[in-house]
């Protein structure tokens, strides 16, 4: 699948920089891949619930052109102290520190261990749109890029689903980030003006048209410094998992997903730990929370909709414990602006990002009060953009 280009002028000035960096305009294949954001179904995923994210049209743009030599060279208009990444593809098994080439080097590893033939290098430049640290899945989206351009360089002929598989197993196995398949999938399956409803226990899925008339969804960027891997996520993965074991001592369950709300309460004294009940009672909520909340969109209930993003605020807050200060002054104060019908953090929390429902006639008012408050609280500017809901990784048709 490719989409014709819209922005040949973004396009035009990254063709010049690749020439500048690499030599020569020929043959580079043109890529992007989406960022996304979770309307509801927080922390769900890895503990085999239901989630609600969509592919928004802020992303990640490569350029690529395939080598007659085993050499890789990456550059990174993010990183571009960094100069040109070099290395021969015998090498791509090592991991360099911190470096964004990880996520390359990961994805080429799990698809020749997953038995596809990668046996040439390749120049490879990016740009990346989504704010590093703000929660919107910037290595998810470049995971997906990496492996929708591997798959057509190399006609690797590979389902979609093995390479959003693929590219969740990069994050775990390679990164070190014991994340769900939440950001893969959505990124990898996203389509215009639909959210997808995904049951991370089955993979089942349910494309979702996204109506939201008169109303907006805000991205609201905390602009605090994050690492996923130095935050407590892999805490909040180890708490619910041990939560889940407790409970199978009697119930025949694989996920903390597969139980209602009243199950949950009922044979909640089988945790017998204040912190682990409140993690699994999250995890359990929030689940029931998102296929309400599908049903309240597909009835054209956005009041509804909005009650359950501020529900899933609260529980973020007081139950797993992921917001902190400067999630809940953009949230809270988001859900007393006019026109606004619920808010709440969006992704793993601990920084990054929340998301308002906001009349569309509200939106420059609502984005000065909040910002001008949060500003107040914080010490620094947040930053907003009105998310519009875009395809999932793909190749580009330029002309």
């Not at 969804?217 to 805490?235: G, H, Q, W």
Request: charged share 25%.
């Amino acid at each position: 699948m490719s989409v014709v280009v819209e922005n040949s002028t973004i396009l035009s000035a990254l063709t010049e920089k690749f020439k500048m960096v690499f030599g020569g305009a020929d043959n580079i294949e043109y890529f992007f891949s989406p960022g996304r954001i979770n309307l509801i179904g927080e922390h769900t995923d890895y503990n085999g619930g239901y989630v609600f994210p969509a592919s928004i049209t802020i992303g990640t743009t490569g350029l690529v052109r395939l080598r007659k030599d085993d050499k890789i060279k990456l550059f990174s208009e993010n990183f571009s102290e960094a100069g040109i990444i070099e290395f021969n593809l015998s090498e791509s098994n090592q991991k360099y520190d911190e470096s964004w080439s990880n996520y390359v080097k990961g994805m080429i590893t799990m698809l020749q261990e997953a038995g596809y033939t990668i046996d040439k290098g390749f120049e490879l430049l990016i740009k990346g749109e989504i704010p590093t640290a703000s929660g919107l899945s910037s290595s998810a989206s470049l995971e997906l890029l990496v492996g929708v351009i591997l798959d057509d360089l190399f006609d690797l002929n590979v389902p979609r689903l093995e390479l959003v598989q693929l590219g969740q197993k990069t994050e775990n196995d390679f990164i070190g980030v014991n994340s769900g398949i939440l950001d893969q999938f959505a990124i990898g399956f996203g389509e215009v003006k639909k959210a997808i409803l995904l049951d991370c226990n089955t993979l089942k899925y349910e494309m979702v048209p996204v109506e939201l008339r008169d109303y907006d969804i805000v991205i609201m960027n905390t602009n605090k410094p994050r690492a996923l891997t130095e935050s407590k996520y892999n805490e909040r993965f180890a708490e619910t998992r041990e939560a889940l074991k407790r409970m199978q001592i009697k119930l025949d369950i694989k996920a903390l997903g597969e139980l209602s709300n009243e199950e949950f309460d009922t044979n909640v004294d089988l945790i017998g730990d204040e912190t682990l009940i409140k993690r699994a009672r999250h995890a359990v909520y929030e689940n029931n929370r998102t296929k309400v909340a599908q049903k309240a969109f597909v009835a054209g209930n956005l009041t509804k909709f909005g009650e359950l993003l501020n529900d899933s605020h609260a529980s973020l807050k007081n139950d797993y414990e992921v917001t902190g200060l400067e999630l809940d002054t953009l949230a809270e104060t988001a859900q007393k602006q006019p026109g606004v019908l619920g808010a709440r953090m969006t992704g793993a929390g601990f920084g990054g990002c929340a998301i308002a429902l906001v009349a569309h006639d509200n939106v420059s008012a609502f984005e000065k009060a909040v910002g001008d408050e949060y500003e107040k609280v914080v010490g620094y500017p947040a930053s907003f953009y009105v998310a519009q809901i875009g395809s999932g990784t793909t190749k580009l048709d330029v002309e």
